[in-house]
Structures are given as structure tokens and as C-alpha cells.
T-cell receptor, first 119, second 110 residues
């Protein structure tokens, strides 16, 4: 499967626990983006990363949320001390480049998402 | 604040009908407009539009962008039940961030 991979697909946590969401980009892609889809709402940008660098985290909540994309391995979105309001679908996307000039190689391809439920 | 608005929110058609979905945007440093189809899982890429007036086609789907009036439309002709999905429009700004609209839910009945 050459697509964007995310795991787990479903994650249940109790309030106060930590949630770790993983994303492996498409082969040949080094740019990763995280989006959140709250119930009955559209997809909202959270963070944009390249290998070992956070490029844009303007959509990340100020507390409890962090993201990384290490040199080796998948990108991780980490949510500490989860609350019920964190329940949502979290989507990861990847692109080959991040030129920002509307190149077709900037196209973002999405993974299947992780549905987080906080009890 | 960047904003993307899609209309209608939802529509129900019968197989063979043509549907037109609308997307308007207000985005700083606009670069491109993208359309995705979302069924039960991953949003699937359909089109990237960067230039005004140039129609992109893929089978029964086509899309066009108007950068002067800041909108795009997605057309689906001869609809099939497999076209039932949520169609998402997103504006890409410099810096690659996508701002999504709320989506249009399309239901195609046999």
C-alpha cells in the first residue's frame, strides 16, 4: 500500500490519559500535515512538519498538543491529558514538496484518519 | 481570517442527473484550489486548480476556477450511486496550509 498510513484507526482514551497518533507518509513524501475534524465540522489545519522540523503550528492548541516528525519513523501527534472536547477524527496528509507555489507536487494526499473517542 | 464556504450543504439526486457544487473562498496569499471526495475514510484527491478559466476534467467530473470572483465549481454529470459522498473544497495558501469548506453531502439515489 503506497498511500498515507495512519494508526490506530480507532483510539479510546479516558479523560486525563495520553493519546498518540501515528502517520507514515506516502513513499517519497517528506512533508506531513495534521488536520482535525470535529463532529459536524470541516477539516481544520493543525500543524505542518518536515523531517525533524515544525514548519507551521499555527493551528495547534497552545497546551497539551505536540507533534514531531523524526528523521526515522512516522510522524506522531501527541495529546496529553485528553478531555472530551478532543474527541474527533484526526487526519494526516503528506506531499512530495512544500514549495508553496501551487506546484502539483505540493498536492496533499490524506490518510484514513484516526478516530479518537475520549470517555 | 481565511474562509472557504461551500454550497449547497447537501443535495439528493437520482442516477443520471447532473450536479453542480459551489465553493467560494477568501484566502490571503492564495495559491490553489483543491477538491476532495470523502466517503467513509480518507479524503481522496480530485483536482488542483491554479489558473482561472481552465477546466479540469476526469471522467464525469470537471471543475473550474474563477480567481477574479473567488469561486470554483465542481460538476458531476450522469451521476451514479458511487458518487454519493461528501465533496470538500480547500484553498491552499502560501505555506501549504489548506483551509477547508464545510463540505457538500451528495446522495445519489438509484
Amino acid at each position: 500500500n503506497a498511500g498515507v498510513m495512519q494508526n490506530p484507526r480507532h483510539l479510546v482514551r479516558r479523560r486525563g490519559q495520553e493519546a498518540r497518533l501515528r502517520c507514515s507518509p506516502m513513499k517519497g513524501h517528506s512533508h506531513v500535515y495534521w488536520y482535525r475534524q470535529l463532529p459536524e465540522e470541516g477539516l481544520k489545519f493543525m500543524v505542518y512538519l518536515q523531517k525533524e522540523n515544525i514548519i507551521d503550528e499555527s493551528g495547534m492548541p497552545k497546551e497539551r498538543f505536540s507533534a514531531e516528525f523524526p528523521k526515522e519513523g512516522p510522524s506522531i501527534l501527541r495529546i496529553q491529558q485528553v478531555v472530551r472536547g478532543d474527541s474527533a477524527a484526526y487526519f494526516c496528509a503528506s506531499s512530495q514538496t512544500g514549495t508553496g507555489v501551487a506546484s502539483s507536487t505540493d498536492t496533499q494526499y490524506f490518510g484514513p484518519g484516526t478516530r479518537l473517542t475520549v470517555l | 481570517e481565511d474562509k472557504v464556504v461551500q454550497s449547497p450543504l447537501s443535495l439528493v439526486v437520482h442516477e443520471g442527473d447532473t450536479v453542480t457544487l459551489n465553493c467560494s473562498y477568501e484566502v490571503t496569499n492564495f495559491r490553489s484550489l483543491l477538491w476532495y471526495k470523502q466517503e467513509k475514510k480518507a479524503p481522496t484527491f480530485l483536482f488542483m486548480l491554479t489558473s482561472s478559466g481552465i477546466e479540469k476534467k476526469s471522467g464525469r467530473l470537471s471543475s473550474i476556477l474563477d480567481k477574479k470572483e473567488l469561486f470554483s465549481i465542481l460538476n458531476i454529470t450522469a451521476t451514479q450511486t458511487g458518487d454519493s459522498a461528501i465533496y470538500l473544497c480547500a484553498a491552499q495558501a502560501a505555506g501549504n496550509k489548506l483551509t477547508f469548506g464545510g463540505g457538500t453531502r451528495v446522495l445519489v439515489k438509484p
